[in-house]
């Protein structure tokens, strides 16, 4: 049996059904990517597959607040921890993909002492033009300089 506002609050509209699954696509990917290579290599496919999708036009950055959306109810709906590394890659890709040129970051940070031993933390987030669009930085988190563009970089040898 069921209840009929757990049906409307649980499944989203079908008008946002092909961004979600995308998302969720995406996300997993990308995930499976830093996983088993590591970020530098993932920041290198992701480069080679801007450059096969090259968007012709820029789109209007009203499509943020919507992938914004996607990223944070898929995020809570696919089961495992998706951190926010993998959700800052994914808008990233998202993002570049409808042809807006956002920014990646890493930044990093030691916790307080005040709450025990002292960790290294990281947080990754993006940006569109100087604005926070999702993760956002913590406090006390130092932001790493900025990678340069991936396609003129030389390979290094093993």
């Known amino acids: 049996m069921s209840i009929p506002w757990t049906r409307t609050f649980m499944t989203p509209p079908r008008s946002r059904m092909p961004v979600l699954v995308e998302t969720a696509l995406c996300m ?18 992701i480069t080679a597959v801007e450059r096969v999708l090259q968007v012709r036009r820029a789109r209007h950055p009203g499509v943020i607040p919507g992938i914004v959306r996607s990223l944070e109810t898929v995020s809570q709906r696919l089961p495992g921890r ?3 590394l993998s959700q800052a890659l994914t808008g990233l890709v998202m993002l570049r993909r409808r042809g807006l040129p956002v920014q990646f970051h890493l930044g990093v940070g030691q916790t307080p002492l005040a709450e ?20 956002g930085p913590l406090t006390g988190l130092t932001p790493l300089p900025q990678l340069p563009p991936m396609s003129g970089m030389p390979r290094c040898s093993r």
């Open 28 to 45: 997993l990917a990308i995930e499976l990517l830093v996983r088993i290579y590591g970020l530098l290599p993932c920041q290198r496919a």
């Open 116 to 135: 025990g031993p002292v960790t290294l933390v990281a947080h990754a987030w993006i940006s569109y033009q100087g604005r926070v669009i999702t993760g």
């Open 82 to 84: 998706h951190a926010c």
